[in-house]
């Protein structure tokens, strides 16, 4: 495993995030694919054996009961201050005015909630999920604040949104001696690639390090364009990876992967990590090789032609995450 600051603050990393938005209690609702608590046993035992520290969540991932999984893993798996511990607030968590949104009632009331699912005093970052239009920012970034100095978050990041509304909330950090966000989790992948639009080179000037959720495409670069999944079928975010115009990419993926005799996950992930950009890309494991073909694509330097050929079908598209 290799390990890395999250951006420029003093916070080290794995440079493999585990995504924990794979598993929960579907019965709660939020995804009919995820992992029962007991079939995600074997995952967060391949991740402590694998290195990877950094492990993120989120109080909306099946309804609170990610948070559960995830908390009681530590204490089966590791221990609370070897892993790099996320989670997120924003999305709705019950009809009351608290229950969601980035409001000061919403962040006291929702950082409480998941401490106490995770079973910990503290996140060591906690990220807002979207950007909250119907809340100033002076508001969220005071309550963000406000949470680290009661010591239940050691940092802050925040998740998809344009650039200028994460340049105008650190902004509004900076001119008030407030805690500013150390990192951005922002889809990005070989399919998704508007992020270096604007983004990237933001994060770059402020310091931010870039930790990119869906980095495979929802596993749309990972297998042959004709090969479906059954949850390509039950996973409407996924179905977003599903138009035609993207086919010469996956394409390009299994052509340089055939050529270097490795899955084609090792190399869209090896792309997306050699962005100097990205700190750490989220991978979400459902399956045994998942986690071992990030930790693999670690090792792959790709040349200069391999990434002309991932590269050169782009087609630009519009955000769909916010």
């Keep these: 495993m290799q390990y890395t ?4 603050s003093g916070l080290t990393v794995s440079r493999i995030a585990l995504g924990c938005m794979s598993f929960g209690d579907t019965s ?7 992992l029962s608590e007991e079939d995600s046993q074997p995952y967060f035992a391949q ?3 694998s290195g990877i520290t950094f ?6 991932y099946t309804f609170g009961s990610s948070e559960e999984i995830v908390g009681r893993a530590i204490d089966t798996f590791s221990r609370r201050e070897d892993v790099v511990l996320a989670t997120k607030v924003f999305f709705r968590m019950h009809d009351g005015p608290g229950g969601h949104g980035l409001s000061r009632k919403a962040i006291m009331e929702n950082i409480d909630a998941s401490l106490k699912r995770l079973g910990t005093d503290y996140v060591d970052l906690y990220q807002i999920h979207r950007f909250d239009p119907d809340t100033p920012v002076e508001e969220t970034m005071e309550a963000l604040h406000d949470v680290v100095k009661a010591g239940k978050a050691r940092y802050i990041g925040a998740s998809a949104m344009h ?6 909330m650190q902004y509004v950090a900076t001119l008030n001696g407030w805690t500013r966000f150390v990192s951005m989790q922002d889809e990005y992948n070989l399919i998704m690639r508007e992020e270096e639009r604007e983004m990237f080179g933001l994060l770059a000037d402020q310091g931010v390090g870039s930790i990119p959720f ?3 495409a929802k596993g749309r670069v990972c297998r042959p364009w004709g090969e479906r ?3 390509m079928d039950v996973d409407p975010v996924g179905r977003r990876y599903d138009q035609d115009v993207d086919r ?10 055939e050529a270097r005799g490795i899955p084609m996950a090792q190399v869209a992930l090896a792309w997306v990590l050699g962005n100097p950009a990205v700190s750490a890309p989220i991978v979400g494991a459902t399956k045994p090789h998942h986690l071992a073909d990030a930790v693999a694509a670690l090792d792959v330097q790709l040349t200069d032609d391999e990434i002309k050929q991932l590269e050169e079908h782009y087609q630009p598209h519009i955000p769909r995450s916010y």
């Design 229 to 231: 999944t059954a949850r």
């Design 28 to 34: 709660r609702g939020f995804s009919q694919w995820a």
């Design 55 to 60: 492990w993120d969540t989120a109080n909306v």
């Design 5 to 8: 600051r999250l951006g420029t």
């Design 47 to 49: 991740a402590v054996e």
């Design 163 to 168: 650039a200028w509304q994460f340049s105008k």
């Design 248 to 257: 010469p990419i996956v394409e390009a993926v299994q052509r340089v992967a």
């Design 214 to 216: 869906s980095p495979l």
